[in-house]
């Protein structure tokens, strides 16, 4: 009985130290894409300056003044959703105890789900919500995932 008892404990742990490194890893790789989404949202207004009138201060403003905006506005949206999204999954995937792609999956649905979320609240045009949830997020993961596992070539 005891014999038995030791291999479940010994089981258990060999399972768990890898489920827990991996939760770590997304928790770690969607903080390090929240950082790079914030940051590219943030500064796209100095580098691509808003139309005349438009007020980002409030989610409510934002949305009221949205259909000033010109595709350029949109440029550092996406950016910093699809860059996010990637360098959350690489995270994630390189920190990984086994699975990394699906760290990486994890981390881009994660993002599509508060892409959807950020879309429901403040709108945007058409063309932007659908080239912003078909392409910043899933081929994202995806992308971060292949590169963190990817194998290094050595060269001579």
């Not at 894409?33 to 139309?51: A, D, K």
């Not at 934002?62 to 950016?79: C, D, G, K, S």
């Not at 699906?102 to 945007?124: N, P, Y």
Request: aromatic residues 10%; hydrophobic residues 55%; charged residues 15%.
């Amino acid at each position: 009985m005891v014999l038995v008892h030791e291999f479940f404990r010994l089981s258990l742990v060999r399972i768990m130290k890898p489920l827990v490194r991996n939760v770590l890893s997304v928790l770690l790789g969607f903080a390090a894409g929240s950082v790079v989404n914030m940051v590219l949202v943030n500064i796209g207004p100095f580098v691509v300056p808003l139309p005349e009138g438009a007020d980002v201060s409030s989610m409510e403003r934002l949305r009221e003044t949205m259909e000033r905006f010109t595709p350029a506005n949109f440029l550092f949206p996406f950016l910093g959703h699809a860059l996010g999204t990637l360098v959350g999954a690489f995270v994630a995937a390189k920190l990984a105890a086994g699975r990394p792609m699906r760290c990486a999956i994890v981390i881009g649905v994660l993002f599509l789900a508060g892409g959807i979320a950020a879309m429901s609240m403040i709108g945007g045009p058409v063309w932007f919500n659908v080239c912003d949830l078909l392409f910043a997020y899933i081929p994202m993961g995806w992308l971060g995932g292949y590169l963190a596992s990817r194998k290094r070539t050595q060269s001579p």
